[in-house]
């Protein structure tokens, strides 16, 4: 991949240090080619808005913590504009909250700036095909966050197609079964179960319906 087949990049990051770092490493891959760069989630916005459709960036690197818009809220409004943009949360900070606040708004992977290059590449690389990359650390903030959020809310998180998988799960149907009664695909299906587990933090659909019996849910109408 090289030339008009390279992946590009636009770098998000208030300090002009990091970008021009970051633009000097990314670019000794010829895979990768920086396009564009922006100080804040608003400027980043903005440029996004004003380019054709060949100039627009395949991945963002998003820095978290930025005067104006930050990461997360820029994240937010890039995807609801922009839902097939892929981004790459780059930043310095772990907490639980961050990690979840970053995946929730629609960021790919949620990288420190501690990796190495190769590792960043990696991130990217994985993000251009749509596959999160995240390291043990990270993946465990992003399962604290989901359990307090979870715990705040109590099923206040699940979508209202997560609500109908639910049900029907609690009512002992195959996913097959739930496909048909849904209208929707069995591969589908099995993401919302998935979805499901993780979010209640449970192993099985077996746990799932009894969960579901034991807090009133398949109860409700």
Request: charged residues 25%; glycine residues 6%.
């Amino acid at each position: 991949m090289s030339g008009l087949n390279a992946i590009k990049v636009m770098i998000v990051d208030d300090h002009d240090m990091v970008r021009t770092g970051l633009r000097t490493y990314l670019m000794l891959d010829p895979k990768l080619q920086v396009i564009a760069e922006a100080g804040d989630g608003r400027e980043a916005l903005n440029h996004l808005k004003g380019c054709s459709a060949d100039a627009m960036p395949d991945i963002i690197l998003m820095d978290l913590m930025m005067p104006g818009m930050n990461g997360i809220d820029a994240t937010r409004e890039i995807m609801a504009q922009y839902p097939d943009m892929k981004i790459v949360m780059l930043t310095s900070f772990l907490e639980d909250d961050k990690v979840y606040g970053a995946i929730e708004a629609g960021a790919v992977s949620y990288v420190l700036k501690t990796v190495s290059a190769e590792e960043l590449i990696y991130a990217i690389s994985g993000a251009f095909k749509g596959m999160p990359v995240m390291t043990a650390d990270v993946s465990q903030a992003l399962t604290r966050g989901l359990r307090q959020r979870t715990a705040q809310s109590g099923d206040e998180d699940l979508t209202e197609r997560e609500r109908e998988v639910l049900l029907l799960i609690a009512d002992g149907q195959s996913n097959k079964e739930i496909a048909e009664e849904l209208h929707i695909s069995v591969k589908t299906v099995k993401t919302h179960v998935s979805n499901l587990l993780m979010k209640c933090e449970l192993e099985d659909r077996t746990q799932l319906a009894v969960l579901a019996h034991r807090k009133g849910w398949a109860n409700r109408t």
